[in-house]
């Protein structure tokens, strides 16, 4: 699907994203995904406005949650990155109780809001999914998050005047939970509550 995103402000109603499509199967994707967002109600995805149709296609319109998703938000220290995985991973849970499966779980569809993390981009065709499949795009979210290059833990020093604690086991951690998230086989992933209390 090749679609636009473009911010529009006026109104009275605060800033909104208006997702336009290129192409027809675009359009299709882009009325699928809006009688989806219409349907839910949840802090941790982006509130539907309307559907606009118009001459050269539909427009979604959502709230406007900002510039920022986890694909561009920059270096994350490690406490930060496990905190916004688990909103991530909570809302997906919940979505997940609702019969709801998001579908697209990828970095930019993570829009960030402080320490809070704002799902977009739903699948228009939900037909054929399952909750590991959700689980599998929050683990490849995390890992994308986390630094690849961990040194490894260096040889402690045996003067304990000297010793500087390593601060790697929580990213190691992090990767250990990213590894099981995205298992080869679906059924040895966590659900997506219990990878958010983890």
């Known amino acids: 699907m090749s679609a636009h995103v473009s ?60 510039p920022r998703s ?24 919940d979505l997940h109780a609702l019969g709801i ?8 569809h993570a829009l960030v809001a402080g320490d809070r993390v704002v799902l977009c981009g739903l699948a228009p065709d939900p037909d054929g999914l399952a909750a590991p499949d959700d689980v599998l795009g929050i683990g490849l979210t995390l890992r994308a998050l986390l630094d690849p290059d961990l040194e490894e833990e260096p040889i402690p020093d045996r003067r304990p005047w000297r010793r500087v604690p390593w601060q790697g086991y929580r990213q190691r951690a992090l990767l250990t939970l990213a590894d099981q998230a995205t298992d080869d086989d679906p059924g040895r992933r966590p659900a997506a509550r219990g990878l958010a209390a983890t």
């Open 7 to 66: 911010v529009e402000t006026g109104g009275g109603r605060g800033p909104l994203a208006c997702k336009r499509a290129s192409d027809e199967p675009g359009a299709t994707a882009i009325r699928a995904e809006a009688e989806r967002l219409a349907a839910i109600e949840h802090p941790g995805v982006v509130r539907f406005v309307e559907l606009r149709e118009a001459g050269d296609g539909p427009t979604l319109v959502t709230e406007y949650v900002g």
């Open 70 to 93: 986890l694909e561009t938000i920059g270096p994350l220290t490690t406490e930060r990155a496990a905190r916004l995985v688990a909103d991530l991973a909570a809302t997906i849970a």
């Open 101 to 108: 499966m998001h579908g697209a779980v990828i970095p930019e």
